[in-house]
């Protein structure tokens, strides 16, 4: 059972570029959240989705796109890459069960430097 | 915006001694949760504790709940080595939808 999976796991841009970051559960979770973790900010939310073919905004979506066309699979992308993206974005799943008594699997992260 | 605030931001202790970790919030909420986070590594979930709950244990973790003062409480006795992390509290509001806001973080340092 691998829980959440993300990959890259590190990734240089130059400012400009375009990427994806691709999440993967096996857990058959239902809802699944892309955050982004600055110094010093703790992790805020960018987009997340209640299911397959839906997502939704979170706190800090721009500049940020998002798609889950199957259940397992969240990915984020980013069209333009700004050195304000550099941060490391961590993906994480739930179901509503779960969520009620034993909060979110994380993924290990993505470290991103846009340069 | 960030919901949590924890205090203090960072915590230097000797094995053995306890650790205490404060988090306050704004808005009402459903639960609150802690997670850990080892250096360059994802979180891991360590224990909820919903509104209606004063306090809860895991193991050597106490978490205590105060919802008309805004504030948790995360508690680790007799800390270990491997117990350096940073600490995180999250809170989920409910608005319709299972959505978690973290505080910044308390990083832990314990010595041998």
């Known amino acids: 059972n691998a829980g959440v999976t993300q990959t890259p796991k590190f990734r240089v841009l130059k400012t400009g570029q375009s990427m994806t970051l691709l999440c993967a559960q096996d857990?058959?979770?239902?809802?699944m959240y892309w955050y982004r973790q600055d110094p010093g900010m703790g992790l805020r939310l960018i987009h997340y989705?209640?299911?397959?073919?839906?997502?939704a905004k979170g706190e800090v979506p721009d500049g940020y796109n998002v798609s889950r066309l199957k259940k397992q699979n969240f990915l984020l992308g980013l069209e333009s890459a700004a050195p304000s993206q550099t941060s490391v974005y961590f993906c994480?799943?739930?179901?509503?069960?779960?969520?009620?008594?034993?909060?979110?699997?994380f993924g290990s992260g993505t470290r991103l430097t846009v340069v | 915006s960030q919901q949590g605030e924890e205090d203090p931001q960072a915590l230097s202790i000797q094995e053995g001694e306890n650790a205490t970790m404060n988090c306050s919030y704004k808005?009402?909420?459903?639960?609150l949760q802690w997670y850990r986070q080892n250096s360059g590594r994802g979180l891991v979930h360590l224990i909820l504790?919903?509104?209606?709950?004063r306090e809860k244990h895991s193991g050597r973790l106490r978490v205590t709940l105060d919802t008309s003062k805004k504030s948790s409480s995360l508690l680790i006795t007799a800390s270990r080595a491997a117990d350096t992390a940073s600490y995180f509290c999250?809170?989920?509001?409910?608005?319709?939808?299972?959505?978690?806001?973290f505080g910044t973080g308390t990083r832990l340092l314990v010595s041998p």
């Open positions: 994480a799943s739930t179901s509503p069960e779960r969520a009620r008594g034993y909060g979110y699997t």
């Open positions: 504790i919903r509104s209606n709950e």
């Open positions: 989705s209640v299911g397959e073919g839906t997502t």
């Open positions: 857990m058959n979770h239902e809802y």
């Open positions: 808005t009402s909420i459903n639960n």
């Open positions: 999250a809170t989920d509001d409910y608005t319709g939808f299972q959505k978690l806001v």
